[in-house]
């Protein structure tokens, strides 16, 4: 009994002082002059701490309120629409039921402004409309808040409450580049906006948002403060210094630094090493040169955006960095970058030097087989080669905006090469019985200069209502001289007659000089809010020279017998004016593009030493138009087709007999027309993000007219070959791929397949027939990739593919082969920092009743790491480079209607200590590892 | 003086272009909001850049505005609002086609029951999210502004731990909701700002009307989960982004 007791009492007790835990407030409120009652008022409970909205209810018909909260302290506040705000402090001291005295409430109008006293208006910079203060000059205590900040600044204000004025104005609305500032609150936020993170504060009048937005001026002003913060980045520098030496005499040797201050960047390299590193792979080009982000711009009307250049840079740039050419290859290169943008990068300047000495010497065997109407011919070659370039090259890039409206860019790249090659062949000439037709030993050798000065400029306007305008000039001149030998010694052995001899001994001299200038004028003109007009026009001169000569020697064994069926003086100029009309549409998903521009061309082609001239007039069209359904913001569909018409090459159209080979001689063809290609193109990409799986697929299709081919004729008893250039109808390229990628969620593996295929149709004349050569290739491929962060990483790839041609010269005789390639690579990161890599790459080639050796190669490399250091800045690595001494260049080649396979000297094994030491100014992150 | 600060107090009523009864003492039971979403786009940029990116960074902005603006209308009647896209924004198309999820959320919350329901578009799935309506700590200033017209105190708060909130609410409209996930005030808020996500809500117009019950029906369609389990369904592929994949998880469960 006494338990049951003592359990009630406890229950008792505990919900009583459950019940002594909250109070229930109860009042009213009524406004004090009239006595009116007020319905659906604001009642707040709040922490007096710190504010927070413990409990609040809406007043009744009578203006009667109930509140439960538990007992403490509190601050309460009453609101109503028009009444100045009641504030009082509450103590609920204990449970029970608490009356409130009725709480008055008074209209605002029944108050007193408060009046706000102006200042005394200082600026320190006016910019148009705008005061401008620099905020470093008003010294603040450090860690102070930007109101301390704006207190000391002259004709600016703060009040107790924080209300801000300026130049005498109350300010409406304080805001943060651009963006509208609501101030931290320290007891919620520890990351204010500090003063000294704030580089300009700006003051001025900000036209209504309507104003803004509609261009019309409504007379209503606000008075505005922006404040622009700094760039957050300080000062430091970091780079990268590797020293490799290895066996076989191999040696990697590399530096590259970069040094920044703000928007400052100066960053040099140096790179000495035969082991193929050529220069600044894609990464460390973005971190230690130019970065060719620099070199993308956008179209303001559509978005989208092309690389400009100043044209024609493709050898003054090594794009890998990893020599994978035939040869052995010797570097020594560097170069310097330097950046900076000023005037709230309204201005930018880019500039970069760089010097390049290449040396690469190697052998190469190839093996040819030449399919003619009713027989066979073979081709065995040997070649040995030395070269050499030393480049240097200059290139600077210059941008500015003088206002919201208007900008200007120019580029311009210098540059000079020299190089000096040396060649010696020897070369067997076979018939389909084996029989020996010809044997040939050369020798050439050249040296020569080539400079090359390219500009180009454009400036752009943005007019009323917005249109647009932009006239852009490009630049390209490039002036080339080489002189050198020639040697050739031919034992031809003709069925049934005595061989003999035929000899070549020759000095060649040669200069060319081109120039091409091309100027355009752009204007688009909006015709709706999404669609609008372009018209373009301009003027193109591309004019070439070329001088070569070929002097036989003489009396006293001197080369001055000019040569004149292999020496020619051609004058080549094309002039063309180009104008154009397109109209371009976007929409949410939709994008139109259609349009076409046409071309009139001038050929004006003279021979100099002839006295001989031609003129030829063109119309060329390139029309284009462009579709693109975007479903979702990562599925989308398109289709593209453009026209487009090229020039015959000066080399094509110089009407001289090139004998470097003698056994192969090429005429050009003075009467060659340009070729016109229409481009079809057709893809459909569409990437989910949440389950990591991935389509892209498409189709392309390309035919020309009037293509430039060879006419090729062969004595069948010589074995002496004589092209020539002509048009030819009917060439086509056919091509299809199809990847599918996706990730299999439990065991954590991706997977990808992938799908090629490509056909292409060609036709050239041999021996005055045409012939048609159809080849395809079909590639099926699938990779499969795990990793696991700071464990490892591993992955493989499987491709077969199959490679056939037809030509129908010789339908009896076609060419079809299998080529499998594997792929293993992996990385695996051990304890203590050790991390061991290893990567294959192994290549199984069918044989061909021709090509009788599989070249069959396994390609095995792998290292051996550890990090030390803090930061893992310095890694020393062991590593080896073919393992199995197996690696061949290996090249096989189906063209028209003949197939070659060459082998060539490549780097093979060799083991190499390296050093890699990543160095950074202290408190500077490191760059990304690319 | 009195009546010169009364006449000049109606004066900016009218001038504001509202539609709002002359009388100061009526309350909105019902009605429609437009607001006016901005995503300060450069500033968002920003917070993802790594080191060395700057110039990448760069050319991003040279793609895209600025500021992104979206419209959204918050219907509410009695204890019920739905928020959900408005209007076409007037915004200049650009190329810049990657934009973030959850941008075009269509919220049902009931602030009776204090449950919730979200329709929200993440990349190439449509969430229908049913949980509970967030709780939220406000803090009351005494900071007021007017917004479309209305007298609105200002109130701060932290949500999901370090997402800070500025919310201005007016006690004149019955309902005590608000744009997205934002509730608890004592009044309907008519603008909220993300300063530290650069992203804020402010109402441009305020209608008073009825709204039928067809208005604030709950969206229905999409693949059912709770705030974990969206969480659980997008952080397996975010994680990897880092900086992005951060910004985009808080964009999702706001």
Redesign the interface.
């Known amino acids: 009994m006494p338990r049951l007791t003592v359990l009630l009492l406890s229950i008792f007790l505990s919900s009583s002082a459950a019940l002594a835990q909250s109070s229930r407030i109860s009042g009213t409120i009524a406004d004090t002059t009239e006595k009116k009652s007020?319905?659906?008022?604001?009642v707040?409970l709040?922490r007096p701490s710190?504010?927070?909205?413990v409990s609040?209810t809406?007043t009744t018909a009578g203006g009667h309120f109930q509140l439960i909260a538990p007992t403490g302290h509190y601050i309460i506040?009453v609101?109503?629409?028009?009444y100045a705000?009641y504030v009082d402090t509450l103590f609920i001291r204990d449970s029970g039921a608490i009356v409130l005295p009725t709480i008055g409430m008074t209209l605002k109008?029944?108050l007193l402004?408060t009046v706000v006293v102006s200042g005394n208006k200082g600026a320190v910079r006016i910019k148009g409309d705008t005061t401008e203060f620099n905020a470093d000059s008003f010294k603040t205590q450090a860690g102070a808040s930007v109101e301390d900040l704006l207190k000391k600044l002259p004709g600016i204000q703060v009040d107790k409450?924080?209300k801000i004025t300026a130049q005498g104005e109350a300010v409406k609305k304080v805001l943060v580049?651009?963006?509208?500032?609501?101030g931290?609150?320290p007891?919620?936020?520890t990351?204010n906006l500090r003063a000294d993170m704030v580089d300009k504060v700006q003051v001025y009048d900000k036209k209504s948002d309507q104003a803004s937005?509609t261009g019309i001026d409504d007379g209503q002003r606000e008075k505005t403060i922006n404040l622009k913060l700094k760039n957050d980045?300080k000062m430091g520098y970091f780079g990268r210094l590797t020293g490799g030496v290895g066996t076989d005499g191999y040696y990697d040797e590399q530096l590259m630094a970069n040094y920044f201050k703000k928007k400052e960047k100066l960053s040099a390299y140096g790179i000495i090493s035969n082991t193929g590193k050529t220069g600044l792979n894609w990464g460390e080009r973005?971190?230690y040169g130019q970065?060719f982000?620099?070199n993308?711009d956008?179209d303001q009307n559509?978005?989208?955006?092309n690389f400009t250049s100043t044209g024609n840079n493709d050898e003054l740039d090594s794009w890998s960095g990893q020599y994978e050419g035939q040869g052995k290859p010797s570097v020594k290169t560097g170069g310097l970058h330097f950046n900076n943008k000023w005037s709230d990068?309204n201005i930018s300047l880019n500039g970069n030097y760089k010097y390049l000495q290449l040396n690469v010497a190697g052998n190469t065997v190839t093996n040819t087989e030449n399919i003619l109407n009713n027989s066979i011919s073979f081709n065995n070659q040997t070649q040995n080669f030395r070269n050499e370039i030393t480049r240097h090259t200059a290139d600077g890039n210059y941008e500015v905006k003088f206002d919201s409206t208007s900008s200007l860019k120019i580029q311009a790249t210098g540059g000079t090469d020299h190089k000096t090659t040396f060649n010696e062949f020897h070369s067997d000439y076979l018939g389909s019985d084996s029989s020996l037709i010809n044997h040939n030993d050369r020798i050439t050798s050249t040296g020569g200069d080539k400079n090359i000065l390219n500009s180009y400029l454009i400036w752009r306007k943005k007019l009323a209502k917005g249109r647009t305008i932009s006239m852009a000039v490009r630049e390209n001149y490039t002036d080339d001289k080489s002189a050198g030998f020639l040697y050739s010694n031919t034992q031809f052995y003709p069925k049934g007659a005595p061989s003999y001899d035929s000899l070549v001994d020759q000095l060649k001299d040669f200069h060319t000089v081109t120039t091409l200038v091309d100027t355009r004028a752009t204007f688009t003109q909006p015709l709706s809010k999404?669609s609008f007009l372009v018209a373009n026009y301009g003027v193109v001169l591309n004019n070439s020279h070329s001088n070569r000569d070929s002097y036989n020697k003489g009396f006293g064994g001197k080369y001055m017998l000019l040569d004149s069926l292999f020496s020619n003086d051609y004058k080549y100029n094309v002039f063309t004016h180009r104008g154009g009309l397109g109209y371009t549409l976007?929409?949410?998903k939709l994008r139109f593009a259609l349009g076409s521009d046409v071309g009139l061309t001038q050929f004006d082609q003279r021979d100099l030493v002839a006295d001989t001239s031609g003129h030829r007039h063109f119309v060329n069209w390139y029309p284009n138009a462009n579709f693109t359904w975007?479903f979702?913001?990562?599925?989308r569909l398109g289709f593209n087709y453009n026209g487009r018409t090229d020039q015959p090459q000066l080399t094509q159209i110089q009407p001289i007999y090139t004998n470097e080979d003698p056994l192969n001689i090429t005429i050009g063809n003075p009467a060659l027309k340009p070729k016109f290609t229409n481009q079809f193109r057709l893809f459909f990409n569409d990437y989910?993000?949440?389950?990591?799986r991935g389509i892209w697929a498409g189709i392309n299709y390309s035919i020309t007219e009037n293509d430039i081919a060879n006419s090729v004729t062969i004595n069948l008893d010589s074995g002496k070959r004589v092209n020539q250039y002509i048009n030819v109808q009917g060439n086509y390229r056919l091509s299809g791929y199809l990847n599918y990628s996706f990730k299999w969620?439990k065991p954590d593996l991706r997977f990808d397949i992938n799908g090629n295929a490509n056909n292409s149709g060609n036709v050239s004349y041999i021996n005055g027939a045409a012939n048609k050569t159809r080849s395809a290739t079909y590639t099926l491929g699938t990779g499969i990739y795990k990793s696991k962060e700071k464990k490892f990483d591993i992955g493989v790839r499987f491709n077969a593919s199959h490679t056939e041609s037809r030509s129908t010269v010789n339908t009896g005789i076609s060419t079809s082969y299998w080529t499998y390639q594997i792929q293993p690579e992996g990385n695996l990161f051990l304890p203590l920092k050790f991390q061991i890599h290893a990567d294959a790459d192994i290549n199984l080639r069918q044989k061909t009743p021709i090509f009788t050796t599989n070249n069959n190669v396994a390609l095995v490399n792998g290292w051996i790491g550890k990090k030390f250091l803090k930061n893992d800045a310095l890694l020393i690595k062991v590593a080896v480079n073919d393992l199995f001494n197996q690696n061949i260049g290996f090249n096989r080649n189906v063209n028209s209607n003949f197939i070659s396979q060459s082998t060539y000297t490549t780097i093979k094994r060799y083991g190499m200590l390296s050093v890699v030491w990543n160095f950074t100014k202290a408190g500077t992150?490191?760059?990304?590892q690319r | 003086m009195?009546r010169k600060?009364?006449s000049s107090?109606l004066l900016l009523c009218f001038a504001a272009g509202t539609v709002r009864a002359q009388s100061?003492?009526i309350?909105i039971p019902h009605g429609r909001i437009e607001f006016q979403r901005s995503v300060?786009v450069?500033?968002q940029m920003q917070q993802t850049m790594?080191?060395?990116?700057?110039?990448?960074v760069?050319?991003m902005k040279?793609?895209a505005n600025?500021?992104r603006t979206s419209y959204f209308d918050l219907y509410f009647t009695g204890n019920k609002c739905l928020y959900k896209p408005g209007r076409e924004s007037?915004d200049k198309?650009?190329?810049?086609?990657?934009?973030p999820p959850a941008q075009d959320n269509v919220i049902f919350s009931d602030l009776e029951t204090r449950k919730c329901i979200s329709r929200k578009n993440?990349?190439?799935?449509g969430f229908l999210v049913e949980d509970s309506l967030r709780p939220i700590?406000?803090?009351?200033?005494?900071?007021t502004r007017n917004i479309a017209g209305f007298?609105c105190?200002?109130?701060?708060?932290?949500i999901m731990d370090s997402i800070?909130v500025?919310a201005f609410y007016t006690?004149?409209i019955?309902a005590e909701g608000g744009p997205e996930s934002f509730t608890?005030?004592?009044?309907m808020i008519l603008g909220v700002?993300l300063?530290?996500n650069?992203v804020?809500w402010f109402a441009t117009k305020v209608e008073a009307v009825t709204v039928s019950d067809a208005q604030v029906a709950p969206p229905v369609k999409g693949k059912k989960v709770n705030n974990a389990g969206l969480l659980q369904?997008?952080q397996?592929?975010?994680k990897d982004w880092r900086k992005t994949g951060r910004q985009y998880i808080e964009a999702i469960l706001l």
């Open positions: 007020l319905t659906n008022g604001s707040l709040l710190d504010s927070i909205l609040h809406r506040l609101t109503y629409p028009s705000d109008s029944k402004e409450n924080g580049d651009g963006e509208e500032f609501f931290d609150d007891t919620l936020v990351q937005f980045k973005d971190t970065s982000v620099d993308i956008v559509t978005g989208s955006f990068d999404t976007i929409k949410k975007s979702s913001n990562m599925r989910k993000v949440l389950t990591d969620a992150p490191m760059p990304p | 009195i600060l009364l107090l100061n003492s309350f300060n450069y500033a790594e080191e060395g990116d700057d110039h990448w760069d050319l040279k793609m600025h500021f007037d198309q650009t190329f810049f086609f990657w934009t993440v990349f190439e799935e700590k406000w803090k009351i200033t005494d900071e007298n105190r200002r109130a701060n708060a932290i800070y500025v006690d004149e019955l608890g005030l004592p009044g700002s300063p530290h650069h804020s369904s997008v397996p592929s975010l």
